[in-house]
């Protein structure tokens, strides 16, 4: 599973040109977007939710997240409207990093508004990522997939572009086989992160920058 990733062709994007690239492909009718999702830590300048969450107000977070909620749902009536479907994996590992606790939060506004949304737990790929971890990527039907990537310093930095139809097939099957083992998001929060204290923050990660 994702044994050609390492090895195809891609062209590497600016952050300028990955989002103004990903936002024309997007627009042009792909029929789905998957996103598969394997860091655990990353920052968010700019999120509010993310940077009180960041400053150590846990309730202020949640509370900030949840105002989100009307533009997610815009979000997901667009992508309707132009008969796009979103899929999202997340990999979780154990014990759940603070930013991880955190995402879970904004992540379950999203799936209360429609979002299609599993949770994989790393120790049930640990024979798939043997040699490496499974790619974070975000694929677009069969027209392109990007890897997102990070500078030195850890900041996001871009993506990498494939176009190589038949990789892309192979990882939207590779997508497909994690997602259908993956666990319905509820069931996981509810088990796995609606228990937990809320985290302390003592410092933060590498600044690896993403949208919500």
């Known amino acids: 599973m994702f044994d050609s990733f390492p090895d195809g062709a891609s062209e590497r994007l600016d952050r300028l040109a990955y ?4 936002g024309r492909v997007y627009n042009s009718g792909v029929g789905f977007l998957n996103k598969l999702e394997r860091g655990q830590h990353f920052q968010e300048r ?8 960041a400053a150590g107000d ?13 533009d997610y749902a815009q979000e997901l009536r667009r992508a309707s409207q132009s008969g796009v479907r979103h899929r999202r994996l997340r990999v979780v590992e154990f014990p759940v990093t603070p930013y991880v606790q955190w995402e ?7 799936v209360d508004l429609g979002d299609d949304i599993k949770v994989m737990d790393a120790r049930d790929i640990s024979n798939i990522e043997r040699s490496r971890p499974v790619p974070e990527v975000v694929i677009l039907g069969d027209a392109v997939m990007y890897e997102v990537v990070y500078d030195e310093d850890g900041n996001a930095a871009g993506a990498n572009r494939y176009t190589d139809r038949s990789l892309i097939r192979e990882t939207n099957v590779g997508f497909d086989g994690l997602y259908e083992r993956g666990e319905e998001f509820h069931a996981f929060f509810d088990r796995e992160i609606a228990r937990l204290a809320p985290p302390r923050v003592s410092g933060a990660p590498a600044d690896l920058r993403r949208s919500r």
């Open 46 to 53: 700019g999120f509010a939710s993310w940077e009180a969450f």
């Open 58 to 70: 846990w309730e202020r977070a949640l509370a900030l997240a949840d105002e989100r909620r009307e």
């Open 104 to 110: 879970m939060f904004v992540l379950r506004v999203r």
């Open 19 to 22: 989002h103004a690239d990903l």
